[in-house]
């Protein structure tokens, strides 16, 4: 029987796959919560985190090259961490926020490591490198309870709302915003790959958008 180094021993809560599909990460609940990063073609262990003082790992990702792992724990301030992903040595740790965040996720633009993370009345821009933190401005739209993040290539995040739209965000602006699915049918997945943000929606759906203009493609 494997022990506990080697594999998670209580229910996980999060999972995320690198940019190009060679390693995952894995965040379990508990007294003793854990981070894991795999090899996605042979499920070989390669890293276990500790994250002291948090009741789960809500929300995790790996960063563009593979160096970094951000995470959400369940603590009451929901604390952001990054690690390196090669060794599990603590790189950053700041509140997050006291409501709830849902998600978390690294730009795709090549040599940066900005994060977004999103959630209940939330959605925020992180620099782990400056120590920085701030506020995604929406201006006129409501900022409501948004479920997930994606990033493309060129330093745009895109998150799912509460109501079947999407937000793209340039410079922690809400520069547009779309009504992706049915009204009150959240958008409770997201991603971007090559061009293309897929979304799943709450509605059955999943669509796909050409970026960055967000034309409507196909509906699944």
């Given at each position: 029987m494997k022990n506990d180094q080697d594999n998670h021993n209580d229910d996980i809560e999060s999972i995320s796959i690198s940019a190009d599909r060679t390693?995952?990460?894995?965040?379990?609940?508990?007294?003793?919560?854990a981070i894991f990063?795999?090899?996605?073609?042979?499920?070989?262990?390669?890293?276990r985190i500790k994250v002291a003082g948090s009741k789960a790992i809500v929300a995790c990702a790996l960063s563009n090259?593979?160096?970094?792992?951000?995470?959400?724990?369940?603590?009451?301030d929901h604390k952001v961490h990054v690690f390196d992903a090669s060794n599990g040595s603590q790189k950053f740790s700041q509140n997050g926020d006291q409501n709830d965040i849902y998600d978390i996720s690294f730009t795709n633009q090549p040599g940066e490591y900005t994060l977004c993370t999103t959630g209940?009345?939330?959605?925020?821009?992180?620099?782990?490198?400056?120590?920085?933190?701030?506020?995604?401005?929406?201006?006129?739209?409501?900022?409501?309870?948004?479920?997930?993040?994606?990033?493309?290539?060129?330093?745009?995040?895109?998150?799912?709302f509460q109501d079947g739209?999407?937000?793209m965000w340039k410079d922690r602006q809400a520069c547009k915003v779309i009504q992706a699915h049915k009204e009150?049918?959240?958008v409770d997945s997201i991603r971007w790959v090559d061009n293309c943000l897929y979304s799943g929606g709450r509605d059955g759906c999943v669509k796909t958008f050409s970026t960055p203009e967000?034309?409507?493609?196909k509906s699944f």
């Open positions: 390693t995952c990460v894995s965040g379990q609940r508990g007294p003793a919560a990063t795999w090899d996605a073609k042979t499920g070989e262990k390669k890293t090259d593979g160096k970094y792992v951000a995470a959400v724990d369940g603590s009451v209940k009345r939330h959605v925020c821009f992180w620099n782990f490198a400056k120590n920085e933190k701030k506020k995604g401005l929406s201006g006129k739209n409501p900022l409501g309870i948004h479920l997930c993040s994606t990033w493309d290539a060129d330093g745009c995040a895109f998150t799912g739209k999407i937000f009150r049918s959240a967000l034309t409507p493609g």
